[in-house]
């Protein structure tokens, strides 16, 4: 690269590393290696946070996530991760729509116990 757009990139470095050209291409060569690292790692991420959105939505009506993803895998419903967790969280009646197409197309999701309510005496301090 050259050396004004190596000195460009490097802006809002610190010490020399922002104006010392030798010193400023190893951080920008090693800043672009982690940016190009962490393209994908962001992607790993948020697919994993999907999952635990789901997972957890799917345990509110007594399905675990595997369970919940081959339901609908055998009922032919093709909504992607990420429309299933922003289901999850803010249409809960819809979400619950599906759980219940997936427990009906999967008999593993037929005979799970729902999780117990929590009752008891509330203490106001």
Not at 35 to 50: A, I, P
Request: glycine residues 6%; charged residues 30%; positive net charge.
């Amino acid at each position: 690269m050259h050396k004004d757009r190596i000195l460009k990139l490097a802006k809002g470095f610190r010490g020399r590393a922002k104006n010392c050209i030798r010193i400023a291409r190893e951080r920008v060569e090693k800043a672009l290696q982690y940016s190009y690292r962490d393209r994908r790692n962001k992607k790993r991420d948020m697919r994993s946070l999907w999952i635990q959105r789901i997972n957890a939505g799917t345990r509110q009506h007594g399905v675990n996530y595997g369970n919940f993803m081959h339901g609908l895998m055998k009922e032919n419903i093709q909504l992607n991760r990420k429309v299933l967790s922003e289901l999850s969280m803010h249409e809960p009646y819809s979400f619950k729509a599906l759980v219940d197409i997936s427990r009906n197309a999967f008999p593993g999701n037929k005979n799970v116990v729902l999780p117990p309510k929590k009752e008891g005496i509330s203490i106001v301090l």
